[in-house]
């Protein structure tokens, strides 16, 4: 097999990976489709913003939750960002703990809000690392004379 | 005798049929701002973002203190989030339904919610249309569509 199409395959394995165990949703495939030649680095950019967001909300979130009495609409307010964001990138697994993150916000639970923070900065790590990876197969097979999406 | 009807039966020569129509986008989520902007861009529109209620109503000729829009700004479609701060999008959609100018110009709300008593009061206020976040490139395509319906029936923006 040739190395084009040995990349092709294990780049299809790991996408299938993803969604399977919820990393992305269909949401990220939809963006992967907005991909051509007049904005070839689209995904990689919102993908970018999106993680140097996610990085200021959770420090700030972790700010306002350390305070003596915590202002849990502003938590809340970060979270909604969070959420929103996710969601139109179809990062699925962020998504579903912002959903929880929320509801302990409207609790005013703090230690929840906490546990949820946690979690939130652990999926982000962990979808940055995958994505980084998808990326790198992505530049691997354009190096290989390969075109990303695939031409028919 | 004069024809005082708010629409011409022919395109004005502001439309002709290879411009592309332009979509005012509104989001206070630059991600979200991103990805609207791709979503039309790939549908062959050209986008113009602003961040928030105030910075449109600004591009638009109809913050306070601005005198109303005489130039050539023309915009087909305005699609704005509901929740924004300051301004929200329902807030924003019915100063634009306010105003002379600008109140032909079809505004959609797009939100992550999905609440009834919203969805209906955006529709009360005059918006084209409700959509749930995220938003896909299907919805931009049929949206382009419902504009170029539009502009090709001769609906104009009435100076």
Redesign the interface.
């Known amino acids: 097999m040739d190395l084009l199409s040995q990349l092709r395959g294990q780049i299809a394995d790991f996408s299938a990976f993803l969604h399977r165990e919820g990393f992305v949703d269909d949401q990220f495939t939809q963006l992967q489709k907005l991909r051509d030649e007049s904005s070839p680095g689209f995904v990689v950019e919102v993908v970018s913003l999106f993680f140097e967001d996610c990085e200021k909300l959770v420090n700030n979130m972790a700010k306002a939750l350390e305070q003596q009495i915590v202002d849990f609409k502003q938590v809340d307010s970060h979270v909604h960002q969070l959420k929103g964001s996710s969601s139109s990138i179809g990062a699925a697994r962020i998504h579903n703990v912002c959903i929880a993150f929320k509801t302990c916000c409207e609790d005013q639970n703090r230690n929840g809000c906490v546990r949820c923070l946690q979690q939130v900065n652990h999926e982000c790590i962990q979808l940055k690392n995958n994505l980084q990876t998808l990326f790198n197969l992505e530049q691997q097979i354009i190096a290989a004379g390969g075109s990303i999406p695939a031409k028919q | 005798m004069a024809n005082t009807s708010s629409f011409s039966s022919s395109p004005s020569t502001k439309f002709s049929f290879d411009e592309k129509p332009h979509v005012l986008a509104v989001d206070d ?4 701002r ?2 609207i902007e ?2 039309f ?2 549908s062959t529109c050209k986008v113009t973002t602003a961040e928030n209620g105030k910075r449109a109503l600004e591009y638009l000729g109809l913050a306070d203190g601005q005198h109303p829009n005489h130039n050539d700004l023309k915009v087909n479609l305005i699609i704005t989030d509901y ?1 924004m701060p300051g301004m929200t999008g329902y807030e924003l959609l019915k100063r634009i339904k306010e105003s002379p100018t600008m109140k032909e110009i079809p505004v959609v709300v797009v939100s ?1 919610e999905n609440i009834p008593t919203r969805i209906n009061q955006c529709m009360q206020g005059g918006a084209q249309e409700f959509l749930l ?2 938003l ?2 299907s919805d931009a395509t049929k949206l382009r569509c419902h504009i170029k319906k539009a502009i090709t029936r001769g609906v104009c923006r009435r100076r």
Do not use: A, G, T, Y
Request: net charge positive; charged share 25%; proline share 6%.
């Open positions: 989520n630059l991600i979200d991103k990805v791709r979503l861009i790939n929740s992550s976040k995220p896909q490139l």
